[in-house]
């Protein structure tokens, strides 16, 4: 089946513009997140859903990052005024995100982001 | 506070030449580790889920183990193709946030 999609596969801005990024996670999946990922670092957790409400937000960096998810679905992270430390890969996971579940996470192919 | 360290940071072996890669861990209470793969570019692919200590799976020439301490990845007679970026994470029970490592990241020559 298909897996989790993300679009656009590479995007570059140029400082203080505003950049929105897609994922579209396995269906039926129930959970979501979002992961960025610099050069040489770990996976670095941003925001969690739960269906289309985020109990857990703490990973976003500042208040010029936001996400939402729509339908239980598609889910859009959004970062205005980008800085060049915002320069990134951008990862996607989703997983069936019941209490008891194995609740594996599967990631889609990122986003790379380049600011100017 | 929940906590994982990958070793080594890099590897290289030639074909053939097998050999394990640690994932350590803290974790208030296992719910499960993970190892992933990840390619240059690419988003990491689904390698195993460990849930408990002793447990153990195999893929291929690949060998994922769990002590209540740390995870090995065993790599049996590497080819070039197994050169990717190994990641492990943890999944504390009661919690959905996964806990990832750096990686390691493993050559093998022809």
């Known amino acids: 089946g298909a897996g989790v999609s993300q679009s656009p596969s590479n995007k570059v801005t140029e400082k203080g513009k505003d950049v929105e990024l897609r994922c579209d996670p396995i269906s039926g999946h129930t959970a979501l997140y979002w992961y960025r990922q610099s050069l040489g670092q770990g996976l670095e957790f941003l925001i969690y859903f739960q269906g289309n409400s985020a109990p857990d937000k703490s990973g976003l960096p500042s208040d010029r990052f936001s996400a939402e998810r729509t339908g239980g679905s598609v889910s859009t992270l959004t970062i205005q005024r980008t800085q060049q430390e915002d320069s990134a890969v951008y990862l996607c996971?989703?997983?069936?995100?019941?209490?008891?579940?194995?609740?594996?996470?599967?990631f889609g192919p990122g986003t790379r982001l380049t600011v100017l | 506070e929940d906590q994982v360290t990958q070793s080594p940071e890099a590897l290289r072996l030639q074909e053939g030449e097998s050999s394990s890669l640690n994932c350590s861990y803290t974790?208030?209470?296992?719910?499960?580790l993970f190892w992933y793969r990840q390619d240059p570019g690419k988003g990491p692919e689904f390698l195993f889920t460990l849930y408990s200590a002793g447990e153990e799976k195999e893929k291929e020439r690949l060998k994922a183990t769990l002590t209540k301490k740390e995870s090995f990845l065993h790599i049996t007679a590497p080819k070039p193709e197994d050169s990717a970026t190994y990641l492990c994470a943890v999944q504390a029970r009661g919690t959905y946030k996964y806990i990832f490592g750096t990686g390691t990241r493993l050559k093998v020559l022809a």
């Open positions: 974790v208030s209470g296992l719910r499960g």
């Open positions: 996971a989703s997983s069936w995100g019941g209490p008891g579940s194995t609740d594996t996470q599967y």
